[in-house]
């Protein structure tokens, strides 16, 4: 264990601005955390955007460490830490919203509630760009549409990072899943059990070729917008519709004529308002049995982006400054 009192943190001071290293006290640990030495911390969407000031619903001013997801070691626990010792391999959602800490940072502090030990077969940058899309999955899936073995599940997005994980959960769970994608992701999806269909296709079309004309008995939205009301579209009669970015302002008629119902993800919300918080750690440890039984196996760009680096990754997610956009979630090697 090492009593250095300090750590390399990257920090954002403004609005897409560079990430700087820079040297900072290490946290201590307080009643119910453990202090992780991060070996990765996974990069989402909702990351850059923070960084860019468009997030105001993750109350995260800058400057500040960002990174929500991590994996990594236990190096102390605090007062009251039960089933985590000191060189265990965990994994998070852990920070990088509020004024919880960032994961983009040598050492992290977290409520050992977020934490589930990581998937064995796992390495520490596949285990580190899980937690935030697992849970929001799992959320949407089995919490809000509580799906049963045989229901037909549609995943809107199917090959993105909500969506490759909502696939292999339902499928999982016994169900029949489909999934839109662009046509350069239908081998990926097929290769995972999941039934492939054309991104730019008509909902009525593929509605009447999947279902005869039934509809899903579950429609997983990843992406909002126009997406959400062709999900509306896509639902059978008493149907369950459930969207992780249901932001906007959508007509409902399409819905309340079928007597289907809809339900909202937004995961930040038990990390912000401190509600619910061992649930996140029982979904984690849930994927965790996933994945080492084999039915899990989160989709990682295979580039590799240290700490120096931060700022590339973040181009990598947006796609911007002429970087090529990820093929899979980017993970950033921190030690």
């Keep these: 264990m090492t009593h250095n009192p300090t ?17 900072v006290a290490r946290p201590t640990t307080g ?9 990765a911390s996974g990069t989402n969407p909702l990351d850059t955007k923070i960084h860019a000031g468009e997030a105001a619903h993750a ?15 236990v190096e102390q626990v605090g007062a009251g830490v039960t089933g985590f010792a000191p060189g265990d391999e ?3 959602l852990i920070g990088g919203v509020g004024s919880l800490p960032g994961t983009q940072a040598q050492y992290v502090a ?79 999806l097929r290769a ?36 959400l009301d062709a999900s509306f579209r896509a639902v059978r009669r008493f149907g369950h519709v459930v969207s992780c970015l249901g932001w906007g302002t959508h007509a409902l008629a399409p819905l309340s004529f079928k007597q289907a119902t809809y339900s909202g993800v937004f995961t930040l919300h038990t990390l912000l308002a401190d509600e619910g918080r061992a649930h996140y750690g029982e979904i984690l440890n849930a994927a965790a049995a996933m994945a080492e039984g084999g039915h899990l196996l989160p989709r990682l760009d295979p580039r590799t982006f240290t700490m120096n680096q931060i700022g590339d990754a973040y181009d990598a997610v947006t796609g911007r400054n002429g970087a090529r956009r990820a093929q899979g979630k980017i993970a950033i090697t921190i030690a």
Excluded: C
């Design 31 to 39: 009643a119910g955390e453990v202090l992780i030495r991060v070996h």
């Design 110 to 188: 977290a409520d050992v509630r977020l934490l589930a030990h990581k998937p064995a077969n796992l390495t520490m940058r596949e285990a580190a760009i899980l937690p935030l899309v697992v849970i929001t999955a799992w959320e949407g899936l089995i919490d809000r549409a509580a799906i049963r073995p045989g229901d037909s599940v549609l995943v809107q997005g199917g090959a993105g990072g909500v969506g490759h994980v909502a696939v292999q959960i339902a499928l999982a769970h016994g169900a029949r899943v489909f999934a839109t994608a662009f046509a350069a992701d239908h081998d990926y």
């Design 192 to 227: 995972l059990g999941a039934t492939p269909i054309d991104a730019a296709l008509d909902v009525d079309l593929y509605v009447a070729e999947h279902t005869a004309g039934r509809g899903f008995d579950v429609v997983y939205d990843t992406g909002g917008g126009a997406l």
């Design 90 to 92: 965990v994994y998070g």
């Design 59 to 73: 109350r995260r001013p800058l400057p500040a460490v960002l990174g929500m997801d991590v994996a990594g070691v």
């Design 7 to 23: 750590m390399l943190a990257a920090i954002a001071d403004t609005a897409n601005g560079p990430f700087t290293l820079r040297t």
